[in-house]
């Protein structure tokens, strides 16, 4: 039984051993366990910690089915709101969304919700269960552009609710950003990216890949020419950004976006693979987030000696507590309050180094943390062959500029109403990192049920 204080301990790989692997870090619940963790729930009348999910899950709902022993049924609760539960339940960031609203962890830990949800869908995805298909289709064609969280979701709505949809991926592997950004080690492509969109085929939903909307066709022609009443875009935020100081077009640069890609979709971890990809044997990664843990992770794994430069304090860094916890245990080097000059290149074009500067916090910039200020004379330089940036990324604008009436703001992201994901254009909807510039897997899955229940107000008159 499990002490009602504590959440039940999740099992991981010994940090040593994953160092050198990308195997899953985490284990997950076995049944034992979750039913245990399950017992600490409070099935809280008015749940908090649904409002702390961006897709709505009826929290409670599943947790006591898992109590139960009900797998099959904490699945098909899941499900009315998630379509991608596995994924979810890896990769969202829990403990400042559903835990953080928990009422158990106001004296003690809060129920480890997101260890549940993944334990419901790996269990679903042994069993073969799948979301229950719609009866009837309504004969409405709409069109969904990316096939990553918001596109799967969105698509995954309305075809529940009896609407004929295609997804149009650019690449030639279906999955966006799940299996070009995020690691095997910690989001595993085959057993859990590629069954979760079978799940989402099962709905009767079709794929197009290699479809680059605005140089294969356009929007304008698929509702033109081809018949879609309505067209939702999740394409993403693939434009990676640059800090724009000397050297950075180096041999031995990149954005964290092209290694990872690299590594992710070219297989460049498995030896069977003959991807160019510059693992490097000094690699410092530029940059706090989530997306610099993944690179700096995936180039230990590689065999390099890894360096997080970042210009802020650890209390600042932006990825999850979890992430940075996993990268330190592994032997990641934080080299914190310190910001790159300058790439040094030697004479064949290839980066040798890094000329850095020691920072202090000053007071705090518009988003509430203090900013960080140079100390003067405090130069100092790193021996470095592969350098990473991690500095965010934008949408690539080659959809708005192809579309008639498009609007975007002044970072090329695509306005679109929060609520239903109405753009300024007429039967287009638009959601996740399209919209808000690069965020998590979660958001882009809310913004795709928003999408896909404004598409069904404006084509069912609803």
């Not at 990216?193 to 909307?213: A, H, P, R, Y």
């Not at 498009?406 to 399209?434: F, H, M, P, Q």
Request: net charge negative; with cysteine.
């Amino acid at each position: 039984m499990a002490d009602i204080l504590k959440s039940t301990p999740v099992r991981e790989q010994d940090p040593a051993e994953r160092a050198r692997n990308f195997e899953e870090v985490c284990y997950g619940y076995n049944q034992e366990e979750a039913m245990d963790e399950a017992t600490r729930c409070l099935n809280c009348k008015n749940a908090r910690c649904i409002q702390g999910c961006p897709v709505s899950i009826n929290i409670p709902g599943f947790v006591m089915k898992v109590k139960d022993g009900d797998i099959k049924g904490a699945y098909d609760v899941i499900s009315e709101s998630s379509a991608l539960p596995a994924v979810c339940g890896r990769v969202c960031p829990q403990e400042s969304q559903c835990e953080a609203k928990c009422v158990r962890g106001i004296k003690g830990d809060a129920v480890s919700i997101g260890k549940l949800e993944r334990f419901v869908a790996d269990y679903a995805l042994k069993n073969n269960i799948n979301p229950k298909t719609p009866e009837n289709k309504n004969g409405h064609k709409v069109a969904v552009i990316g096939s990553g969280p918001a596109g799967l979701t969105c698509a995954g709505d309305l075809a529940k609710m009896g609407y004929e949809v295609t997804v149009f991926e650019a690449l030639h592997e279906l999955g966006g950003v799940l299996v070009y950004g995020i690691p095997e080690f910690r989001l595993p492509k085959q057993k859990v990216v590629q069954k979760e969109i079978d799940k989402v085929k099962s709905l009767g939903v079709k794929f197009e890949t290699n479809v680059v909307i605005g140089k294969s066709t356009t929007i304008d022609q698929l509702m033109e020419e081809e018949g879609f009443e309505a067209v939702f875009i999740g394409s993403g935020a693939g434009l990676p950004m640059f800090m724009g100081i000397p050297g950075e077009t180096a041999n031995g640069v990149f954005s964290a976006n092209e290694y990872l890609t690299r590594s992710n979709l070219m297989k460049a971890f498995d030896d069977s693979y003959d991807t160019p990809i510059s693992a490097g044997k000094k690699v410092a990664v530029v940059g706090g987030g989530n997306v610099a843990m993944d690179a700096a992770r995936t180039a230990l794994r590689l065999g390099a000696e890894v360096h997080v430069v970042y210009r802020r304090s650890e209390e600042e860094l932006p990825a999850r507590v979890e992430e940075v916890h996993h990268a330190k245990e592994e032997g990641i080097i934080f080299d914190l309050l310190t910001n790159p000059t300058e790439i040094l290149v030697d004479d064949k074009g290839w980066v040798k180094g890094m000329s850095c500067i020691r920072m202090e916090l000053g007071e705090p910039d518009a988003s509430g943390r203090r900013r960080p200020v140079e100390i003067p004379g405090s130069e100092f330089e790193i021996e470095l062959d592969t350098v990473i940036m991690s500095l965010g990324t934008s949408p690539n604008p080659l959809i708005a500029s192809t579309t008639t009436g498009l609007e975007t703001n002044r970072r090329k992201c695509i306005v679109a109403d929060e609520e239903n994901g109405a753009t300024s254009k007429a039967l287009v909807y638009a959601g996740g990192d399209a919209v808000t510039g690069a965020a998590t897997v979660i958001l882009a899955m809310g913004a795709g049920r928003a999408g896909a229940k404004g598409i069904d107000e404006a084509l069912s008159g609803k």
